[in-house]
């Protein structure tokens, strides 16, 4: 298998960034341009290998939060492929919770050569960056990070 050379792999992160960056409801549609129709991908809530997964991902990311922004904060290319460090904004619809939250994670991207995403995975500590913020769940997660920790 070839791999895709460092500039169409820029080139191709170039083009997907401002897409999530500006990512809106209609837009969840759009994947299609950037994705593979078998495309992975992975986080610490879902597993799934289609376009159409992924879409149903990102439709329901708009069902459970408002104003959601991803911010692109660093990018590491490799030949077909690349690593995005970002930060999540975002408010939850339920809870209570009207702050805006925000969550430091790291995508890993593999792109075919038409590059395409064929693999997002998505790594985050789901414990620390979610969880410990909830109003229910988040003071007895702290109190176990209290336990644990050395």
Known sequence: MTRLSTEKTRAAVDALVPFYEQLRPDDVERFDLYYRHDACFRDPF?????????????????????????????????????????????????MGCKTVQSLEGVSHLEFDDAGQVTLHRDYWDAAEELYARLPVIGPIMRGLQRIIRA
């Open 46 to 94: 879902n597993h799934v290998n289609s376009i159409d997964g992924i879409k149903r991902i990102f439709k329901h990311m708009f069902t459970q939060v408002h104003d959601p922004v991803f911010r692109i904060k660093k990018v590491i290319i490799g030949e077909g492929d690349a690593i995005l460090f970002w930060t999540f904004h975002f408010r939850f619809k339920t």
